[in-house]
């Protein structure tokens, strides 16, 4: 981590409020999709599955409306449909190097971790995004073995009952 911060450059470092929601019966969740308030702004993530860090997101409160075809402000659609699944502050630096974003992060559940990003314009790129990530954390000799994502250790540390309702059929989790 010291060879990286020595070649990186400081972004920022904030302190992120996440509320994430769900259906009672989790059916976002189980489709990859994470709905959530970070910091009083709305943010939809839709994925192919938590392991794989790719995602489309939607930040626009008109196009999070039609995604959940609802015409109500969200916070109403939020009172009358969903349940809060998460809540967690995280302190995050934001670092650069090259073409690349590094999130260092606490969350205050006692996890921590280091997110490497390459926001790539559409999926024909992801392959290639991700090599490039590779061998950006090869070149500093990380560990380059997949860890589980905040969400999944959340529920594993917070709410095991939940962890284990959501991925008992996930043998590739801990």
């Not at 409160?61 to 967690?88: M, R, S």
């Amino acid at each position: 981590m010291k060879a990286l911060l020595n070649d990186a450059q400081f972004q920022s470092k904030k302190i992120n409020h996440d509320i994430y929601y769900d259906f009672p019966d989790y059916r976002l969740y189980k489709n990859w999709v994470y709905f959530r308030n970070r910091n009083g702004k709305f943010e939809l993530k839709i994925g192919d599955d938590e392991m794989a860090g790719v995602c489309e997101e939607i930040e626009d409160d008109e196009e999070i409306k039609k995604y959940f075809k609802t015409n109500k402000p969200l916070v109403e659609f939020i009172a009358d449909n969903l349940i809060p699944t998460i809540e967690w502050k995280c302190k995050r630096a934001k670092y650069k190097i090259e073409e690349f974003t590094i999130d260092i992060d606490e969350l205050d559940f006692g996890y921590k971790c280091v997110e490497v990003e390459l926001l790539v314009k559409d999926k024909s790129s992801i392959e290639e995004a991700r090599s490039k990530i590779i061998k950006l954390a090869k070149s500093f000799g990380w560990d380059t073995t997949e860890v589980p994502p905040k969400r999944i250790e959340y529920f594993r540390i917070v709410k095991p009952e939940i962890y284990k309702d959501l991925y008992k059929d996930k043998d590739t989790f801990f």
